[in-house]
């Protein structure tokens, strides 16, 4: 079965700096699509970042030139890298890929933004 396991969340002060890593198992990694998505309090999820199987990024534009999303096949594992963080990006990110036309995802990992 598909598992996405994120790890890296925490409290960061504004302008500081954050990894966030998704561990995949169940799919063929390195011919799977990665994403990451966000959900912050009272608001709907949105995709943030997502990487092709052949390693082209793309970005939400609320994060470009932030935010960077990397990939390393051979340890089935998708990061994203975030810096100059504000408390606008203060929310539980998610890891979501698909596979076979359904969506999977993590469990969340909760970065806060704050003094």
């Known amino acids: 079965q598909v598992q996405l396991v994120e790890s890296g969340g925490g409290l960061v002060q504004p302008g500081g700096s954050l990894r966030l890593s998704c561990a995949a198992s169940g799919i063929i990694f390195s011919i799977s699509a990665m994403a990451w998505y966000r959900q912050a309090p009272g608001k709907q999820r949105e995709l943030v970042a997502r990487?092709?199987?052949?390693?082209?990024?793309n970005y939400v534009d609320s994060v470009k030139g932030r935010f960077a999303i990397s990939r390393d096949n051979a340890k089935n594992t998708v990061y994203l890298q975030m810096n100059s963080l504000s408390p606008e990006d203060t929310a539980v990110y998610y890891c979501?890929?698909?596979?076979?036309?359904?969506?999977?995802w993590g469990k969340g990992a909760l970065v806060t933004v704050s003094q």
């Open positions: 979501n890929t698909m596979k076979f036309g359904v969506d999977y």
């Open positions: 990487i092709t199987n052949n390693g082209r990024p």
